[in-house]
């Protein structure tokens, strides 16, 4: 497969692979070792089907998943519920969730500056405007192509980052290998299982597939094309999951060490496997921030331009307003270093509420005539039904948290 044809799934996968995921997937891999590999198999299956879906819709409809909602959803009370649930979850939520990525982004920076050797002052204030510019300046191209490829690029600089640091931890291959398969749920590890799915399978990527799909391609022959893309990025980004948890499970796992933030991963590793494993994971978590930190934004702005009938072209004013404001939240909190607890709660509310929704939704429109001959088969229907039964889960989880019930 050519270069020009790849792109879209690797903003997926540039958009899960955030800052979240890692320490999702070390603190997993610091209190259970590599036995919850196998979620993280589980998690890249359901991406795959619900994503293949998302980008299908895209290409046979030219149209986003924004689009396909207001347009199939005819009741107007049941409209302006569906908009406001939409801008609740993925742009505020975004927004909230930008610090986190900004912020991630700033703490890969510093590890790598000071692993060569520089004194970083003032890299908490200072690193998170930089990693908002860099951001602002590739998507105030408004060119998708130029967006695609850096973020491809990305893609490829995180995996071999947090890859060689895999292979620096020296991970024990045939305990590796086993748990693919084993299906070992150790005592209190259920949300810490849901969690890695839930990092994984996140409803704004379904409106970022479905949209950048619809820009990328403009046949149903190239349906094939895009499902190409799909298992070779998805796949990867489960790679670089399991390469951060079985680093995690070689460092941590058995030692009485907390890990609250990403910025507690690297000096750890450091006594452990000596200085280039730091330098390296620096170099994934910034490359997993400042990747999340662009797809946020973005996602944000295709979902919302997609749901209130905006014009969608990226160099339209509503496109890059939404994203700027995004942005810009993102690294004022991040600068600040604000927690904003309250707004998180909000977000993960809504998300809570609007994975199932969205997910039910795209399992309709894709037996609908919209599709004509490429409506879902049985076999489709089935597995994205198993699918939306776990975001159900997911759904609940997120939920009973939100509230303190967990």
Same mark, same amino acid.
């Given at each position: 497969?050519?270069?020009?044809? +790849? ?15 890692? +320490? ?35 290409? !046979? ?28 979850? +993925? ?14 982004? *700033? ?12 004194? !970083? ?41 947090? +890859? ?16 693919? !398969? ?28 479905? *949209? ?28 670089? *999951? ?7 499970? *070689? ?156």
């Amino acid at each position: 497969m050519k270069f020009p044809k +790849i792109g879209p799934a690797f903003l997926v996968t540039a958009a899960f692979i955030g800052p979240g995921t890692i +320490i999702t997937a070390s603190m997993a891999g610091a209190n259970y070792g590599v036995s919850l590999v196998w979620a993280l198999l589980f998690a890249m299956f359901a991406t795959l089907i619900l994503q293949e879906m998302a980008a299908r819709l895209g290409i !046979v409809s030219q149209q986003g998943l924004g689009e396909n909602i207001r347009q199939a959803i005819k009741h107007p009370f049941a409209k302006a519920c569906v908009v406001m649930l939409v801008v609740s979850a +993925i742009v505020v939520g975004n927004g909230a969730y930008q610090s986190g990525n900004i912020s991630g982004a *700033s703490l890969g920076l510093v590890g790598v500056a000071e692993q060569l050797g520089f004194k !970083v002052a003032f890299g908490a204030i200072i690193f998170p405007i930089i990693i908002g510019l860099l951001a602002f300046v590739l998507l105030i191209t408004g060119s998708y192509k130029v967006i695609e490829r850096a973020l491809v690029v990305l893609v490829g600089l995180m995996s071999i980052a947090f +890859i060689v640091t895999f292979f620096l931890s020296k991970p024990q291959w045939r305990e590796l290998m086993s748990s693919f !398969v084993a299906f070992e749920l150790p005592t209190g590890a259920t949300l810490t299982v849901i969690a890695l799915i839930g990092t994984t399978v996140v409803p704004y990527n379904l409106f970022l597939h479905a *949209s950048t799909a619809s820009k990328k391609w403009q046949s149903v022959n190239d349906i094939s094309t895009a499902r190409k893309d799909l298992l070779l990025s998805i796949p990867l980004g489960a790679l670089i *999951s399991v390469a951060v948890l079985s680093t995690a499970a *070689s460092a941590f796992f058995g030692q009485q060490l907390s890990l609250q933030s990403a910025a507690d991963i690297a000096p750890a590793l450091q006594p452990l496997f000596g200085d280039s494993a730091s330098l390296f994971l620096g170099l994934g978590l910034f490359c997993a921030g400042i990747s999340s930190a662009i797809t946020a934004p973005l996602a944000a702005a295709f979902a919302l331009s997609g749901i209130l009938n905006l014009d969608k072209n990226l160099n339209a004013f509503g496109f890059r307003l939404t994203w700027m404001i995004i942005l810009i939240i993102g690294v004022v909190v991040s600068s600040a270093g604000f927690k904003p607890v309250a707004v998180i709660w909000f977000a993960q509310v809504a998300n809570g509420i609007l994975l199932p929704l969205i997910s039910i939704f795209l399992l309709w429109i894709m037996n609908t005539k919209v599709l004509g001959k490429y409506r879902n088969n049985l076999w489709q229907n089935m597995a994205a039904a198993g699918v939306i039964l776990i975001t159900l889960l997911l759904s609940g989880r997120s939920l009973m948290s939100a509230f303190g019930l967990l």
